[in-house]
């Protein structure tokens, strides 16, 4: 499997404190991973890092075979990486659904009515299409996180970072969104704490815990239920 992104003994400190250390990952061609972890052990500042929003303290980040040196080294692979947010309040530039992702393609250079005809075709994907003129400031919290996700999806980045995609979206959206990241065959890292909804959607879960990323085995939730079930 090829690489698209690889991070060699990534550390980040934090008011003289290790938030993590030595971190080793590397994400394959359309490979899907997640990241689970306790509150405030690190996952969205790793995820930061890798869509290079912070600066790690130590360590060496390569996407698609180049090494990042800098933020500027960013700057080439920008359009390459879909990040989500997991506070998406401060992620939309402009006013309505419609313009906010028609925007993400016209920066792209994409023309006007085929920026408009893919930013319909991606709300009507996600099931949100009703909500194409609304002012986005006026949407819920849950109606935000998909806004987002279309705003990420319509640019079809070739890795996806997703930092707790579903935490406020209801069941059905939560389904919608699990068939749509299934049916894309890009590499993503998802960060979440829904292990159900990540069981069924990636092939490799790490564990961010005692400051470094451990291989968690990706069926133990299902073993756990099963047990429960049968009395084992
Ligand atoms: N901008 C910041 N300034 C100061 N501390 C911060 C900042 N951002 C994060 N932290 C701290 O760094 C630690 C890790 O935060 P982070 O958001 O990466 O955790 P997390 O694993 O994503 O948690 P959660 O599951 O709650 O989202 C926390 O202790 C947090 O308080
Ligand atoms: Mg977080």
Do not use: W
């Amino acid at each position: 499997m090829s690489c698209s992104m690889n991070l060699k003994n990534i550390s980040y400190k934090k008011n003289n404190n290790y938030l993590f250390k030595n971190i080793n990952l590397n994400l394959g061609h359309k490979e899907k991973m997640a990241i689970i972890g306790q509150n405030g052990v690190g996952k969205s500042t790793l995820i930061k890092i890798i869509a290079g929003l912070e600066e790690p303290t130590n360590g060496e980040i390569t996407l698609f075979h180049n090494q990042i040196k800098n933020k500027k080294d960013f700057e080439k692979y920008r359009d390459e990486i879909g990040y989500l947010p997991q506070d998406v309040s401060n992620f939309f530039l402009c006013i309505t659904v419609i313009e906010d992702i028609m925007f993400s393609l016209l920066t792209l250079g994409v023309d006007k009515k085929e920026a408009y005809s893919k930013s319909v075709n991606i709300l009507k994907i996600l099931n949100i299409i009703h909500l194409e003129n609304r002012v986005i400031y006026e949407l819920s919290g849950g109606e935000q996180k998909i806004v987002a996700l279309a705003a990420i999806l319509v640019k079809e980045p070739k890795i996806l970072l997703l930092d707790e995609p579903t935490n406020a979206l209801d069941e059905e959206s939560e389904k919608k969104v699990l068939s749509i990241l299934n049916s894309i065959e890009k590499s993503m890292i998802i960060v979440s704490h829904h292990k159900s909804f990540i069981q069924k959607l990636v092939s490799k879960i790490y564990k961010l815990e005692d400051k470094t990323l451990k291989n968690e085995p990706i069926y133990t939730h299902f073993y756990t239920q099963h047990s429960v079930v049968h009395g084992l």
